[in-house]
């Protein structure tokens, strides 16, 4: 099983800037992927970017450019650099591990950690 616990949502105002933190515990090997999802209120809950333990990265048209994904092997960590915040980016934000790659395999889940940017 695998344990993740995620760090760093809060409250900012539009243009601003927050750094998410997530740490993975358990039985993990060979090829994963670490990702950030999101929820917002009344929405689905929709991927922001993920990157996998080669280091390939995938990001939403809508933080590409804004957001950076990375990640820590060493540590099973994964941060997500936002900036320039927009209300619509106001979710909460869950970390996310695959054990497969960005086709598929078996999903592990945080609590989520809540961003809110006002206008």
């Known amino acids: 099983q695998v344990q993740l616990a995620e760090s760093g949502g809060g409250l900012v105002q539009a243009g601003g800037s927050l750094r998410l933190s997530c740490a993975a515990s358990?039985?993990?090997?060979?090829?994963?992927?670490m990702a950030w999802y999101r929820q917002a209120p009344g929405k689905q809950r929709e991927l922001v970017a993920g990157?996998?333990?080669?280091?390939?990265?995938r990001y939403s048209d809508s933080v590409k450019g804004r957001f950076t994904i990375s990640r820590d092997n060493a540590k099973t960590s994964v941060y997500l650099q936002m900036n320039s915040l927009k209300p619509e980016d106001t979710a909460v934000y869950y970390c996310?591990?695959?054990?497969?790659?960005?086709?598929?395999?078996?999903?592990?889940w945080g609590k989520g950690t809540l961003v809110t940017v006002s206008s």
């Open positions: 358990g039985s993990i090997f060979g090829a994963n992927i």
């Open positions: 996310n591990l695959r054990q497969g790659n960005f086709v598929g395999g078996i999903d592990y």
């Open positions: 990157v996998s333990s080669g280091g390939d990265t």
